[in-house]
Nanobody, 124 residues
Framework: QVQLVESGGGLVQAGDSLRLSCTAS????????MGWFRQAPGKEREFVAV????????YYADSVKGRFAISRDNAKNTVYLQMDSLKPEDTAVYYC?????????????????WGQGTQVTVSS
């Protein structure tokens, strides 16, 4: 049974930074691409970033490019999302998700397991 547990969310001011973590269990973590998504109140869940199984390939949503950085530590079964220069529009629940072997994508329907989410609130 795959479990993904996010942590690191909180309430910050615009311009601040946060680092989210997602620790996985129940899967061969280093095999899978991993993604971060977010969902703001009243909006669809949207893609934020994805990292390949080895960490060699990373893609970002245009809205976070240059401010957010995804990384992973396969020895710790953990994927991270470093968020800098946060804006009020980054306020959302952030989810990590297990992607598929050899298929890197921003499509949320192509992710098989999800964490419970962690709230990020950015005040102006």
């Amino acid at each position: 049974q795959v479990q993904l547990v996010e942590s690191g969310g909180g309430l910050v001011q615009a311009g601040d930074s946060l680092r989210l973590s997602c620790t996985a269990s129940g899967l061969s973590f280093s095999t899978y691409n991993m993604g971060w998504f977010r969902q703001a109140p009243g909006k669809e869940r949207e893609f934020v970033a994805v990292i390949s199984s080895t960490g060699g390939t990373r893609y970002y949503a245009d809205s976070v490019k240059g401010r957010f950085a995804i990384s992973r530590d396969n020895a710790k079964n953990t994927v991270y999302l470093q968020m800098d220069s946060l804006k009020p529009e980054d306020t959302a629940v952030y989810y990590c998700a297990q992607g598929r072997v050899g298929y890197i994508t921003a499509l949320k329907t192509s992710y098989d397991s999800w964490g419970q989410g962690t709230q990020v609130t950015v005040s102006s």
